[in-house]
């Protein structure tokens, strides 16, 4: 079985990296968080330079020093991560678009499901690599975060911590995708949907108003975004780990489902 | 996908981005909820029509799959969700920070059990979901709950606060409150050593014994009119302090049970011994608090302040934004709404909160008397106020404008000083707030606006006894200084255009060979 | 190394649509069994029922005594399927695809070299191996599909519709190919080509709308004259007037 999960994975790395799709997102993405990276650590140096000027300190704070509140977690690392995973809700949908509904158009499909592959290692094996290449879209990024946390004295564990959210995230939002993908042969259905239940599932707040107290706090902790932040503060909680598992888990069995019920068809 | 559920679709993402786009200034609008309510029903009769058009899953063994795997999707997304919301008290987390800011030190951990074994009424700590640091601070505050038996964590939003907490003023600033029973005790920048000094107060056994001076014309806590000052002293006693006089000002020693000293707008010098006692004092990690009055004069004032590094320069401020609650409304009734948001002394007051401060003493700084020292202003006028020497006639209305040529704006009325003293691990810190008004707290004026905030703020704060937990702020004191612009730029160009020329270069290949 | 393939009631629907009626058909090992039959006669749906890629709505197929239905895995590992019109990934070499697919079916090492080098040479795609699938000719297309179906040695091969759109030497060639797994492999062959079918298959199966029309070895074929005559006889053209 690890032969022939193996076999399908590089069959699925070359198929995303032969669509100039794959680098075109790459692209984006690096240039987008770096981008925005740089804004917040020019408006961070900025509020240094204001706290830190002498002319200023007149007007209340003790001279040269900075409030222990600005600080480059809080002013940079918590809203770039925030940055960055609306960004990774804005490509990812364009990579799993293709993943299944591609196979299904060309009919690729029936080559796989009638040479003894099991749904679940195919499904498994599209997985693994999509999550292999949201992997390779933060690496992209994560190399101006890396430099500033090595000078900041941030710690490594911190950028661990960090880049742990972003993946498990990523992970989750991207086996939404693929699930979306599964369940049909339109690129552009796929796509739309990928985008839309992300988008819906991101935060319940616009609902908490109109439901009862009990349901809104079961909405909370379905949303995506109510279990993302605690990770760019540097602190792992098991209960996100478990949640984002369990989201890309069950991306993972519809699409498992969506080609056991086209065979059931 | 046909016409009416990708509209359904489409109208849904419409109500949310709506909502997102304006939530700032309400909440679902009419909008939303129109195009949610009218897209949920287009994709509702969509997929309905489309599950009719739909053929198949005909014959035993296609239902039986169709079956299990509908059930089993339906039994996955309900385990998700059930863990998820079960999990919701899971406390196991792995804290990844340098400085382990989400993971309780020794000090408190040993208070927790100590009031754990103690027993009583156990703290509650109250948690503002909507406070602006809400999403800093929750980890912090869920670590005290987790690992402080003798502390109970509860979730609240600014509008409905605990009752025990309603004559609390809360803004977006408030995160957290800590309560026993009836009292309880914002806390300003919600740090750990912040949280616990508030749980060690909460939880002393003895009232804080609050000693004020007497003798040099300071304000008279038994007067009952309106201008004296005895509503001070049943605000303290409210609070579960105990106010004291300090009767023999030639004591050889302030007692050592004062927590507080207060010295409320002297008119006339101390003697020489009285002032060495008060320096003997605050060296030892003494706590100060001092009400200053335009136009008074003492040493305190002239020689005792400007030793530990306070400037209080003989004027009057004045300020053209002053206020219209006082009859005489001229520029000698100060509005006071320009505040360091997070000090534990204005914590809480804000733009909105304001101080009524008449005839107010701008407190300036000068040289610290050690580098260690911290000293802040923490109170300002208004862009608008200036300094006016001449204060008879500011006092008579007869200087509404500022002199042409004076320098306006940043006058500090509050400061606030810390100063580690002592040989002790970690050393004693002695404490003096300096308040640049003693109107402010007159029998008329302490519940107007929110006075009465500031000076509990200013007692608490003297009165808190972090020494006995010898808890240091983590402080998270890393490199502020990350990169040079030059560094961040350098690294800039890298980033966002030579790498992602690269990728896209090779993605024009990959390209290129497809099509070859 | 074959397999035989009994069709016991198969039915396949698609809501009122009966794309297959009760079908039971019988396949000895080693044969070359032809279906034919007009546009929607449930040719393709009989494949897909046999190579478990649908399930049937009713009845079952066993390949050597297992059920499609229930043991599909195993009946897959005993198969090779060459689909129509091959669909096939146009961004791998024919090497490597090869080579994936072997490796899918759970071949490795020596043994999935020597699977890949014997499947190049039968079918002669030694020219083409280091090419992109997406170049080549549609009758090399259809050689590395059948190559694909052939690596694992399967006791039975499915091939539907190999010669559509093919040059006439490709056809003659693929043909060739075909004739050459006979015995080896029990085929099973879907076409349109009624000569071809004739050329090649020990028995034909006749389909007209989800039924068996007929059943005829080559030698009953020949006595009745043509198979073309058979199919008129069986399912005239009406066909090409339906809509």
């Known amino acids: 079985m690890i032969r022939r999960l193996w076999a399908l994975s590089r069959k699925e790395l070359r198929q995303l990296f032969a669509s100039p799709i794959a680098y075109v997102v790459l692209t984006v993405y690096v240039a987008l968080t770096g981008i925005y990276f740089f804004q917040h650590l020019v408006s961070y140096n900025q509020l240094l330079f204001v706290y830190q000027s002498e002319g200023l300190t007149a007007g209340g704070f003790d001279q040269g020093t900075v409030p222990s509140q600005i600080n480059v977690l809080n002013e940079v690392f918590v809203p770039s991560a925030d940055d960055f995973g609306l960004f990774l809700l804005v490509v990812l949908p364009l990579v799993t678009m293709r993943v299944f509904a591609e196979e299904r158009a060309n009919g690729t499909d029936e080559l796989l499901l009638t040479c003894g592959l099991r749904p679940y290692e195919v499904a498994l094996a599209k997985h693994g690599v999509t999550y292999f290449f949201v992997l390779l879209l933060l690496l992209g990024s994560a190399i101006y975060p890396a430099v500033v946390v090595l000078r900041a004295g941030l710690g490594l564990e911190h950028l661990v911590a960090l880049y742990s959210g972003q993946l498990l995230y990523g992970c989750a939002v991207a086996s939404l995708g693929l699930a979306c993908s599964s369940f049909t042969s339109s690129q552009i259905v796929a796509a739309v949907l990928g985008y839309a239940i992300p988008f819906v599932l991101l935060d319940f707040a616009w609902l908490s108003n109109t439901v009862s107290e009990s349901v809104a706090a079961v909405l909370r902790e379905v949303a995506l975004l109510s279990h993302y932040g605690s990770f760019a503060r540097g602190v792992i909680e098991l209960r996100h780990v478990v949640y984002f598992a369990g989201i890309a888990g069950l991306g993972w069995l519809a699409s498992v489902a969506s080609l056991e019920l086209a065979r059931a068809r | ?516 | 190394m074959s397999a035989k393939i009994e069709a016991q009631g198969v039915c396949k629907r698609f809501g009122k649509v009966v794309a297959l009626d009760a079908l039971s058909l019988e396949i000895a090992a080693g044969e070359i069994f032809g279906l034919i039959g007009p546009n929607g006669a449930g040719k393709t749906t009989f494949i897909r029922i046999l190579t478990g890629y649908w399930l049937a709505s009713e009845g079952d197929v066993r390949v050597d005594g297992l059920s499609v239905t229930r043991q599909r895995f195993q009946v897959q590992a005993r198969l090779g399927y060459a689909c129509e019109q091959p669909k096939l990934y146009p961004d791998h070499r024919v090497d490597k695809f090869l080579h994936m697919m072997g490796e899918l079916r759970g071949l490795a090492g020596a043994k999935l070299r020597r699977a890949t080098d014997l499947a190049v040479e039968r079918l002669g795609l030694g020219p083409v191996l280091h090419r992109h699938i997406g170049v080549l000719s549609k009758g090399f297309r259809q050689r590395v599909a059948l190559a694909q179906a052939i690596l694992h040695e399967p006791a039975v091969l499915v091939v539907d519709e190999p010669t559509v759109g093919l040059d006439p030497a490709q056809q003659i060639e693929l043909r060739r190919i075909l004739v050459g797994f006979k015995g080896q492999h029990t085929v099973v062959l879907c076409t349109h080509q009624l000569h071809e079918a004739e050329m090649v298959c020990d028995r034909v199966a006749l389909l007209d709308q989800g039924r068996l029309a007929a059943l005829a070895t080559a030698d009953e074929i020949r006595a009745g004259g043509s198979l073309e005559a058979l199919f008129l006889a069986k399912v005239g053209t009406h066909h090409e007037e339906a809509p």
Not at chain 2, 436 to 460: C, H, I, K, P, T
Request: hydrophobic share 45%.
């Open chain 2, 1 to 516: 996908m046909s016409f009416l559920p990708a509209a359904g679709v489409v109208m849904i993402l419409v109500a949310v981005g709506s909502y997102y786009a304006t939530r700032s200034l309400h909440g679902f609008s009419a909008f939303s909820g129109a195009n949610l309510l009218l897209g949920a029903l287009l994709l509702a009769v969509g997929v309905v029509a489309q599950a009719r058009r739909f053929r198949g899953f005909s014959g035993a063994e296609s239902r039986r799959v169709v079956l299990r795997w509908s059930a089993s999707l339906v039994g996955a997304l309900a385990l998700v969700v059930g863990v998820d919301v079960a999990a919701r008290g899971w406390t196991s987390r792995i804290d990844l920070t340098l400085d382990h800011s989400y993971t309780l030190s020794e000090q408190t951990i040993a208070l927790c059990q100590k009031l754990a074994q103690r027993g009583g009424e156990p703290i509650q700590l109250v948690f503002f979901e909507d406070a602006l640091l809400a999403k800093d601070v929750r980890l912090l505050v869920a670590a005290y709950g987790d690992r402080c038996p003798a502390v109970e964590t509860r979730d609240a939003r600014r509008r409905e606060p605990p009752q025990a907490a309603r004559d609390l003023y809360t803004t977006t600033a408030t995160t957290v409150i800590a309560c026993r029973g009836d009292v309880c005790d914002p806390v300003g920048y919600p740090s750990e050593r912040n949280i616990t000094s508030a749980i060690l107060r909460l939880s002393r056994e003895r009232a804080v014994h609050v000693y004020f001076t007497v003798g040099h014309g300071e304000i008279d806590l038994a007067s009952e009119s309106d201008t004296g000052y005895a509503a001070v002293a049943a605000t303290l006693r409210d609070q579960g302090m105990d106010p004291k006089a300090l009767v023999s000002p030639a004591a050889p020693d302030v007692p050592e049970d004062a927590d507080v000293l207060v010295i409320g707008a002297p008119e006339r010098d101390f003697l020489p011994e009285e002032l060495a006692v008060l320096e003997r004092y605050l060296s030892r990690g003494g706590r100060l608090l001092v009400l200053a009055d335009a136009g008074q004069h003492s040493n305190v004032y002239s020689e005792l302040l400007p030793r530990w590094g306070f400037v209080l320069d003989d004027s009057v401020v004045l300020d053209q934004a002053a206020s219209p609650l006082l009859k005489e409304a001229t520029p000698v009734n100060l509005l006071v709404h320009l505040f360091a948001p997070y000090d534990p002394v204005t914590r809480n007051l804000s733009q909105r909160t304001m101080l009524l401060f008449p005839r107010a003493r701008p407190v300036g700084l000068g040289r610290k008397p050690q580098p260690d020292d911290k000293l802040a202003q923490v109170a300002f006028a208004s862009p608008r106020s200036w300094l006016s020497q001449n204060l008879a006639r500011a006092l008579a209305g007869g200087e509404l404008q500022p002199p042409a040529g004076a320098q306006t704006g940043n006058i500090g009325v509050v400061a606030t000083g810390r100063f580690p003293r002592g040989t002790g691990e970690p050393p004693a810190e002695a404490r003096i707030v300096v308040i640049g008004d003693r109107d402010f707290a007159q029998n008329r004026l302490l519940e107007a606006l929110y006075n009465r905030d500031l000076l509990l703020n200013a007692v608490r704060w003297l009165g808190n006894d972090e020494q006995a937990i010898a808890l240091t702020d983590k402080g998270w004191t890393p490199n502020q200084d990350p990169l040079t612009l030059q560094q961040t730029v350098a690294y800039f160009y890298f980033l966002a255009f030579a790498l992602p020329e690269t990728l896209l270069l090779l993605g024009i290949y990959a390209w290129w060979r497809q099509r070859a």
